[in-house]
């Protein structure tokens, strides 16, 4: 056999390897609902924010693919061009630094990171950015191992309600999700969400809302979001916070304006006025500095 024919049947089985890989990649690619959406565990009009966060997400994975199909295909043609030849003796020609190499191997990766350094940075921008006077303010106040939500009516504390959480008890079984905690909010108005914790560090994440944030003891976050699709969420704490973190589930339901007032109507009715802030901390601030002042 001459080397010319080897070279003809090691083309023939390259071919029909790099034809599969290809038909393979642009089956993966064809469009579902799903991988339009980066297989990210939302919809682009779920809040005012996903659509967004799904487009950083897609585009970041279609211009790594295309840098990645590049270097593959750089690496596997040197392999192939500079394989050893039959007959071949001794070391191939050895060559030191190509400068001008170094440079673009460099700069290319570095301003690549600052490309997408910048998209992140504009998308967190816009997630984090606070609004003034939104529609609606709840304060949500996390705990071991459930949450409570306060509904403040502006500065009248009597005229804010709140609901009591309690932990899921899972025991391996299907469990009712309706007695989980359920945070209404109106569809297409903004929200407010201050996000406290009453004693060790929790974390508030809707995986719909493509968002998450800790809740700290003693520091207030805020999470801004318009959710414009009605529908129950899940919620869950998303940092390990003790013994039973994994019961520690909540509901989102966003609903119309009129279902929404009559969710705070329901718990006035029962009674459930004012707010539940902190003096049902572990620690409450207030309570400190009382004993601080003795
Ligand atoms: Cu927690």
């Known amino acids: 056999m001459s080397s010319q024919d080897r070279t003809g049947s090691r083309r023939a089985r390259v071919i029909p390897i790099a034809g599969m890989a290809i038909v393979g990649a642009l089956a993966l690619s064809g469009c579902t609902a799903e991988n339009k959406n980066g297989w990210l565990p939302s919809e682009r009009d779920t809040t005012n924010h996903t659509a967004g966060i799904i487009d950083l997400w897609v585009n970041t994975w279609i211009t790594v693919l295309i840098v990645g199909l590049i270097t593959w295909a750089l690496i596997i043609w040197c392999i192939i061009a500079y394989r050893r030849r039959k007959g071949a003796t001794g070391y191939p020609k050895q060559t030191s630094y190509n400068l001008p190499l170094e440079i673009f191997y460099t700069l290319i990766p570095l301003f ?46 009597k005229e804010s309600v709140y609901s009591v959480g309690v932990q899921a008890e899972l025991d391996g079984k299907p469990f009712d999700k309706s007695t989980l905690p359920t945070l209404y909010l109106p569809v297409n108005r903004s929200v407010e969400l201050q996000l406290n914790s009453r004693e060790v560090i929790h974390s508030f994440w809707v995986p719909a ?81 009382d004993h601080q002042k003795k």
């Open 209 to 289: 809302f493509l968002d998450k944030k800790d809740m700290l003891p003693g520091k207030t976050n805020y999470m801004t979001l318009t959710p414009t699709a009605l529908g129950t969420y899940d919620g869950k704490c998303a940092e390990l916070c003790g013994e039973y973190h994994s019961e520690m589930l909540f509901n989102v339901k966003v609903v119309t304006q009129a279902e929404f007032d009559a969710h705070l109507a329901s718990l006035k009715a029962k009674g459930q006025t004012g707010e539940l802030t902190e003096k049902y901390d572990r620690n409450p601030t207030a309570a400190i500095a």
């Open 112 to 157: 690549m990171v600052l490309v997408f350094f910048h998209f992140t940075n504009v998308e967190q921008e816009s997630i984090n950015a606070r609004n003034d006077n939104p529609d609606v303010t709840i304060d949500v106040r996390a705990k071991q191992w459930s949450f409570d939500f306060n509904y403040l009516a502006g500065n009248d504390v």
